[in-house]
């Protein structure tokens, strides 16, 4: 469905050239049917090369040759860039925007037209392909432009959909989520290195910790409740532990720090 598309990354940063690489390796597109804009001319010109893409720093000329315009600016730069671009755009090309807090109806506001907008919430693990997006389709948008990001986006990692006014809570829980794992897979390996494990060992360790038993949950479907009755032997060392992060209120902690950051996702979409 994209294969024939024209598509431009308008701002080629960490994620608009974690979601390049990503496109390119699962041959989405041909890659001279891909445009990466920036600010910095040696940059783009090196990224471009690594793919075979095309460049420029000129928005309004690779505009007007997409099908697909990717946004994957800082939020703050939206509303510039919007009005730079909007009197080179035609009313069939999709906007695809992955701006922290920025919703469609702005988009659609800033850019006074009826193009297709997508909204998407990435995380950083596309960097590696096992990213978690969240997507929703503004009002001129359809299940048509939705699988057309989805294409793009499971290129990286694992899709789904929700509504917009969702997208607050995903930022709390995938979006943010990284940042609580990494705390975690830390805080175990202390615990080895407490046990008398090498640093290097307990960390490795941990991080497969967590990279197969979330593994485990995606592959049988099981609720994760069931796996861990599964490994908790009566009298064991498991549930001994269990006991410990229950009374510490392991999970009332992650069940709060996902509805804080939903709650500061949702301050800083209205300040936007
Ligand atoms: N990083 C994440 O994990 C993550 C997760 C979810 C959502 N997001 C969202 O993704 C968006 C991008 O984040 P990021 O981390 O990729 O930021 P970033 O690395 O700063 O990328 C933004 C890119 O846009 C370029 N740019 C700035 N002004 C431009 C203009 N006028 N025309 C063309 N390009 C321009 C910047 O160029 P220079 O580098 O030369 O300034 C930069 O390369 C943000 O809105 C963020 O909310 C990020």
């Not at 804009?37 to 040696?42: P, Q, S």
């Not at 290195?193 to 490795?204: C, S």
Request: glycine content about 10%.
């Amino acid at each position: 469905m994209i294969t024939d598309k024209q598509v431009m990354i308008l701002g080629a940063g960490n994620m608009g050239s974690c979601l390049l690489g990503g496109i390119c390796r699962a041959k989405l597109v041909p890659p001279d049917h891909i445009i990466i804009t920036g600010l910095r001319k040696d940059y783009l010109e090196s990224l471009a090369g690594q793919w075979g893409v095309h460049w420029t720093t000129d928005n309004k000329k690779a505009v007007e040759q997409a099908d697909v315009i990717m946004l994957c600016l800082k939020p703050q730069a939206i509303g510039r860039v919007l009005t730079e671009i909007k009197g080179y755009l035609n009313p069939n090309q999709l906007i695809i925007t992955i701006a922290a807090g920025v919703t469609t109806s702005y988009i659609s506001a800033q850019i006074d037209s009826v193009n297709p907008v997508v909204r998407v919430m990435p995380n950083i693990a596309s960097l590696v392909d096992e990213g978690a997006a969240a997507i929703s389709v503004g009002d001129h948008g359809d299940d048509h432009h939705l699988e057309i990001t989805a294409q793009i986006f499971r290129a990286v990692g694992r899709v789904v959909f929700v509504r917009e006014d969702l997208l607050d809570a995903v930022t709390g829980l995938s979006g943010s989520g990284p940042a609580y794992i990494y705390m975690v897979i830390e805080a175990l390996s202390d615990g080895g290195v407490k046990m008398g494990l090498p640093r290097e060992i307990a960390l490795d360790l941990a991080a497969q910790t967590v990279l197969g038993a979330a593994r485990l949950i995606q592959e049988t479907g099981i609720h994760p409740a069931v796996l861990r009755d599964q490994v908790l032997t009566p009298g064991g060392t498991t549930i001994a532990a269990v006991h410990d992060l229950e009374t510490s209120g392991l999970r009332s902690m992650l069940i709060s720090a996902v509805e804080t950051a939903t709650r500061r996702s949702k301050e800083l979409s209205s300040q936007a």
